[in-house]
Nanobody
Framework: VQLVEAGGGLVQPGGSLSVSCTPSGDYITSYTMAWFRQAPGKEREFVAA????????GYADGLQGRFTISRDNGKNTVYLQMDDLKAEDTAVYYCAASSRWGTTQRTPSEYQSWGQGTQVTVSS
């Protein structure tokens, strides 16, 4: 499935930003949907995931409370709301989809489809 991301940009420390992801030609209810991020010189890391049915969510350690993953099945879109952003949150954020159910999927190799990535830069 092709994933189309939107959002991202430049935000000051302490600010908020939201990114969204919509699959082209399929439905988010068919997949575990996740967000990963990759900073320059670092490996791609898990941020958050959501499943359907059930709507379970899971977060990387330390991000819950600042980041919120949500889904709107009617709009066929998954969102990542990022609050109280810090400089270390600067990265390219990727949407990913897995045909397996479960928020315990937290490595890139467990996901079959990826978006093109959207840049999030936190800087004053």
């Amino acid at each position: 499935v092709q994933l189309v991301e939107a959002g991202g940009g430049l935000v000051q420390p302490g600010g908020s930003l939201s990114v969204s992801c919509t699959p082209s030609g399929d439905y988010i209810t068919s997949y575990t949907m996740a967000w990963f991020r990759q900073a320059p010189g670092k490996e791609r890391e898990f941020v958050a995931a959501t499943t359907w049915p059930g709507g379970s969510v899971g977060y990387a350690d330390g991000l819950q409370g600042r980041f919120t993953i949500s889904r709107d099945n009617g709009k066929n879109t998954v969102y990542l709301q990022m609050d109280d952003l810090k400089a270390e949150d600067t990265a390219v954020y990727y949407c990913a989809a897995s045909s397996r159910w479960g928020t315990t999927q937290r490595t890139p190799s467990e996901y079959q489809s990826w978006g093109q990535g959207t840049q999030v830069t936190v800087s004053s």
